[in-house]
């Protein structure tokens, strides 16, 4: 396979679509920079693909904090040279609960995660884009944006501001250059995801869905939805009335993961 990229930086490597990204990238000669708040974790990434003959330098970040962040993508930019692709990849997801009180402070947490994660991520690397006329920003979101479900409404809207985000950068940026691309995954078995009791549809590996994402950025695609079945089941969701919604995650919220 031919290399389209010679440096990516990835956040949320250290587990995940995330491990695999950088795995997935690095196998045709990308020099690959990951990012991640678990260092030991960050550490067995990068040594399983300098043992397969790649190129891969760490730094250690929560993406909830906006210095940290910015910082530690810079510094892999200086270490490998001008990035080509950021993959903002880092993710948090867990239940809206209502009652007996609203879990605010996690929801808080979903939002410095999945959207100002993303936004400091781009800080870091888009100057030096602008300046050169060209590369690529990515941003992992989720089929679950196009609906907001009841005992999730936390989660489904901050990949819903991922979206909007992406999007207006995109508009923004083509003349400039930068291409961006949103990918909306279904359900993909993650750390993250492990956590469900529940029968999860159209379930993928881990590395089945880097390898989608990565075969589908070579393309520069505006958004990558997949797996389409369930890209097709969540636009059904939209036409439902709340009632059947409400009635069909009923077991979800009276036992939702832990």
Known sequence: MAKTWNVALVTGASSGIGWELAKELARPGTKVGLVARRGDLLDR?????????????????????????????????????????????????????????????????????N?????????????????????????????????????????????????????????????????VTTVCPGFVVTPMTARNNFKMPFLLKADEAARRIVRALRYKPAVFDFPRPMRWLMELTRWLPDGVIRRAMADYNENPPG
């Open 115 to 179: 959207v100002f994660g993303v936004l400091y991520s781009i800080e870091a690397v888009l100057p030096g884009m602008l300046e050169r006329g060209r590369g690529h920003l990515v941003a992992v979101s989720s089929l679950g944006s196009y609906k907001g479900l009841p005992g999730e409404s936390g989660y489904t809207s901050s990949k819903a501001a991922v979206n909007n985000l992406m999007e207006g950068f995109r508009i923004q940026l083509r003349p400039r250059g930068i291409h």
């Open 45 to 113: 990434i990068a040594a399983e693909i300098r043992t397969a003959g790649g190129i891969a330098e760490t730094a250690i970040a929560d993406v909830t904090e906006r210095v940290a962040t910015v910082s530690a993508l810079r510094n892999l930019q200086e270490r490998l040279g001008p990035v080509d692709l950021l993959i903002a990849n880092a993710g948090f997801g867990s239940p809206t609960f209502v009652e007996p009180t609203m879990n605010v402070e996690t929801l808080e947490t979903m939002y410095k995660v």
